[in-house]
């Protein structure tokens, strides 16, 4: 069932960028950079000053820098009465933006009224020098100050270093940049590229075993006994004790998730339900992590009792102290076998465990390379106009990168590229672009949020190794009013691969680490952990600076993926039929073959039968030959590009409005009642039918099971009867007979056939199944 494809606008399209991988003619000097476009930068390093001459009436000054080139202007800091400033500061000049010849450096002296110059150096753009990576930084000079008419200062230098470069340069990520000149410096450091780590993740396994020596507070009752675990925002607890005493038993696993370093101890309480919405607490215990015991395989760590305290007044007083109440016996440690699940496992960029120790040596690298983007929609409001203020993140295992922002442009160009190691070839890069609502600096754009445009999801599997991938992605966002293109990405993409020989073997292992088999965790354990993962990278990452906010990495993380949607449904439902498709194309093709609907075939499908009905031996190698055939065939129309969003997959472009709504819906649910119980009345509707075809399937397997459970005596009586006389018949004949003759008749002329349903099938329609006792 091939669905038609989707349309052009929304397709992928390969590009040529002029980059350096691949072009023989390309700039050696690239040879760093070489999936972006090279683009050139006058930097201007101020570094400081000495010996400034005072303008004020008391001699001192307030010094600043103003580094001018046409109508760009860069400023630092101001320092008050200091005549020896330190500023450590970098200027970026864009060269194609560059409107002046002169380059003008300025000290200035702050003033309330009028700024005073106290001196400026000059420089021509054409006798600045050109620095080449990876030659070491540019040794900054001392220069004279001069005055309005040329002539030096009696006092005064300035320390600078002017230079020529690229993106390649390691003062462009922090330098101040001319096309941001309209950011304040409020602003600055949520527009810079940054690279940031994922806290490490460990899974906290607590085995809580037995308590004893309980002291609860009615003694006349058998205390109800439950374990609370409290470990930051995650609580968990075990089920009520079996056994009603002081000393309960529960030998319970609790799975948490934390990262280091490790912030918050282990908050354990054990007790008694002393009434349906009360609880008593029976004792108190806290755990540090650090102390904690760390595994990397399936064996036990020891045991150990801890002392449980509790909470007394002493002498009447409201003063609290710890009193010894009890013990409680547990096996605690830190699982470092496993891995932490943070992502969607349908596109995981990270499969190793937690522990280093257990790390398989890497098999390559991926290189992206972050050119521009096109088209892209207005996504605020500026000056009654609209605006966007973009920027891209991407992540792969533990390491996300953030691009600088380009201010106010629906065509940014970052030309910016990174690169990671790659442990496994069967995970996803992900890559998004967003809208910089934190300009300003604080919470004052965009209501404080930065907005999303757009993603794309790479599998590293799909490329073919060191082949440069150069193609515009368009960037589709799922609204409540539709499915919407918001402009396209141009990226270029390469995975180097260092042993072709390791990176085959890697299809032969596991696809998570062995403590997932070993010691499985159940689904429901896997997604609230996963859960909490993502809660826990999303704050860690939201305290970085700049901070890569909540909403940014919950997107790229898709932390809603699992939340119900009809659309999603169907569209994993026609990906069954789609898959289904090619068993169903097959049984018509040999239903075809059955009614001699091509004579010719359908003889040479007989010619074949009976050479390996009389030559056995040659079923599986013809099985696999013909597979190896279907493969070298498909070769020919072998994927050329990496997969991309597909609407038509996705049912996205025709999707109905009060779908989307409910899926855009918050959870619990904030619709109307009406609309609620008309979305109930649906699900109770597909449900139905769901509920008929598992029934039905049901239906079929009871009547097999009928076959020999006397049910109906009369049909299991014709059933051993004939499975008596089969098997005398077939004990005497040899089996390539039977097969013979059971595939001519099988394959017989339509001469032969009726259009009445074989005896065979009606027998079995007539078993009796369990759905006459359903009520």
């Not at 400033?85 to 000049?93: I, L, S, Y």
């Not at 690298?365 to 609209?386: C, H, N, V, Y």
Request: hydrophobic fraction near 40%; proline fraction near 6%; charged fraction near 25%.
């Amino acid at each position: 069932m091939q669905k038609p494809p989707q349309p052009q606008d929304f397709a992928l399209k390969e590009t040529s960028p002029n980059i350096g991988a691949g072009s023989i003619t390309g700039d050696k000097l690239s040879c760093a950079y070489d999936l972006v476009e090279q683009m050139q930068y006058l930097y201007v390093r101020v570094v400081k000053a000495k010996e400034l001459p005072g303008k004020d009436v008391t001699g001192s000054c307030d010094p600043y820098v103003e580094v001018k080139l046409g109508n760009y202007k860069g400023v630092t800091k101001h320092f008050e009465k200091k005549s020896n400033p330190q500023w450590n500061q970098v200027f970026a000049f864009s060269k194609d933006r560059l409107q002046a010849s002169v380059l003008e450096v300025s000290v200035k002296d702050k003033d309330v009224v009028l700024d005073d110059l106290i001196g400026r150096i000059m420089f021509e753009l054409n006798d600045i020098p050109k620095r080449i990576p990876p030659d070491s930084p540019l040794a900054p000079q001392w220069y004279r100050l001069e005055d309005r008419k040329g002539d030096k200062i009696t006092k005064g230098e300035l320390m600078l270093a002017v230079w020529m470069g690229t993106q390649a340069d390691e003062a462009f990520p922090d330098a101040w940049h001319s096309d941001a000149a309209a950011v304040g410096p409020e602003g600055v450091a949520n527009i810079r590229s940054k690279v940031y780590l994922s806290p490490k993740l460990w899974y906290v396994r607590v085995n809580v075993i037995e308590a004893q020596d309980l002291v609860p507070g009615d003694k006349s009752r058998y205390p109800e006994v439950f374990v609370k675990v409290v470990l930051g925002k995650q609580a968990v607890r075990t089920r009520t004790s079996p056994s009603k005493t002081i000393n309960p038993v529960w030998n319970e696993d609790l799975m948490f998730v934390v990262a280091e370093p490790f912030e918050e101890p282990l908050i354990l309480t054990v007790e008694d339900r002393v009434a349906p919405n009360k609880d008593e607490i029976l004792g108190k215990c806290v755990i540090r992590l650090q102390n904690v015991q760390r595994r990397l395989d399936h064996k036990p760590v020891n045991t150990r009792w801890f002392n449980l305290e509790k909470h007394v007044v002493v002498d009447g007083e409201q003063k609290k102290e710890f009193k010894f109440a009890s013990r409680i016996h547990m096996r605690i440690c830190l699982d470092g076998g496993y891995h932490v699940l943070d992502e969607s496992t349908h596109y995981s960029s990270d499969l190793r465990p937690t522990a280093k120790q257990l790390w398989r040596p890497s098999i390559g690298i991926f290189e992206l390379g972050i050119i521009s983007a096109q088209g892209l929609m207005p996504m605020k409001t500026k000056d009654g106009r609209g605006a966007t203020d973009a920027y891209c993140v991407a992540k792969y295992g533990q390491k996300w990168v953030r691009t600088r922002t380009i201010i106010e442009s629906f065509s940014p160009k970052w030309n910016e590229q990174y690169i990671w190691e790659v442990f496994d070839p069967c995970t996803v890069i992900t890559i998004g672009v967003f809208d910089n609502g934190h300009i300003h600096g604080g919470d004052k754009d965009g209501g404080g949020k930065d907005s999303r445009i757009g993603k794309v999801r790479i599998r590293l599997s799909t490329l073919q190794s060191d082949r440069v991938y150069t193609h515009s992605y368009p960037l589709l966002a799922l609204q409540s009013s539709g499915v919407k293109k918001t402009g396209e990405v141009q990226l270029a993409v390469r995975f180097t691969c260092s042993s072709l020989i390791n990176m085959l073997h890697m299809y032969s292992h596991p696809l998570l680490p062995k403590m997932h088999y070993i010691h499985p965790l159940s689904v429901i354990q896997l997604d609230s952990l996963r859960h909490q993962a993502m809660q826990i990278v999303s704050t860690r990452l939201s305290r970085a600076e700049p901070p890569l906010r909540k909403e940014v990495v919950e997107y790229m993380l898709d932390v809603d993926s699992h939340m119900w949607s009809m659309r999603r449904s169907k569209a994993n439902f026609f990906r069954i039929m789609g898959v289904l498709s090619g068993l169903i194309a097959v049984g018509k093709w040999f239903d075809s073959i059955c009614h001699w609907k091509n004579p010719l075939t359908t003889i040479l499908i007989h010619i074949l039968f009976i050479i390996l009905v009389l030559y056995p031996e040659l079923v599986l190698p013809t099985v696999f030959l013909y597979l190896f055939l279907i493969g070298i065939w498909n070769f020919r129309r072998r994927p050329q590009h990496p997969p991309h969003m597909d609407t038509r997959l996705s049912h996205a472009d025709a999707v109905h409005p009060d779908e989307l709504d409910e899926e855009f819906d918050t959870f619990p649910t904030s619709r109307s009642s009406d609309i609620v119980r008309m979305r109930y009345d649906r699900l109770r509707s597909i449900g139905g039918r769901v509920q008929t075809v598992v029934g039905d399937l049901a239906t079929q397997g009871e009547r097999f099971q009928s076959l020999l459970s006397w049910r109906d005596p009369r049909a299991t009586t014709l059933f051993v009867t004939f499975c008596l006389i089969a098997a005398i018949v077939l004990y005497v004949t040899p089996f390539q007979v039977v097969a013979l003759l059971t595939g001519i008749y099988v394959l017989r002329h339509p001469r032969f056939r009726t259009k009445l349903p074989s005896v065979p099938l009606n027998f079995f329609r007539r078993l009796p199944a369990r759905s006459d006792s359903m009520l």
